[in-house]
């Protein structure tokens, strides 16, 4: 059973755009701070982008600082990724996560206990 589902994934012109979402499966608990990370082949696992569900300052890495938005939809357990400005570089796979313990800000995979199969993204 998949807790966690991204959409939205494609192929695109650098500098193009698009919006990621993630949709909560039914039996998900409670969450504190959500988020997306990626993975390039070859690559390790780095966090994009974080926030707690409660709201607050949203958290980016610093590759995507002002030109991705997280944003979230709490009544309807969605999380979005707006992504423009693409570039080559932001080719990945794309995954979503939520976690009860960890600190939005550091964005580190290891505290995410709940992930999303992923969506690839592919810039060119």
């Known amino acids: 059973h998949v807790q966690l589902v991204e959409s939205g994934g494609g192929s695109v012109q650098t500098g193009g755009s698009l919006r990621l979402s993630c949709e909560a499966s039914?039996?998900?608990?409670?969450?504190?701070?959500v988020g997306w990370f990626r993975q390039a082949p070859g690559k390790k696992r780095e966090g994009v982008a974080a926030?707690?569900?409660?709201?607050?300052?949203?958290h980016y890495v610093d590759s995507v600082q002002g030109r991705f938005t997280i944003s979230k939809d709490n009544a309807k357990k969605i999380l979005y990724l707006e992504m423009n400005s693409l570039k080559p570089e932001d080719t990945a796979m794309y995954y979503c996560?939520?976690?009860?313990?960890?600190?939005?800000?550091?964005?580190?995979?290891?505290?995410?206990?709940?992930w999303g199969p992923g969506t690839q993204v592919t810039v060119s």
């Open positions: 996560a939520a976690s009860w313990r960890a600190l939005c800000s550091w964005l580190r995979a290891p505290d995410f206990g709940y």
């Open positions: 039914k039996d998900i608990r409670s969450t504190n701070c």
């Open positions: 926030i707690y569900t409660a709201g607050g300052t949203a």
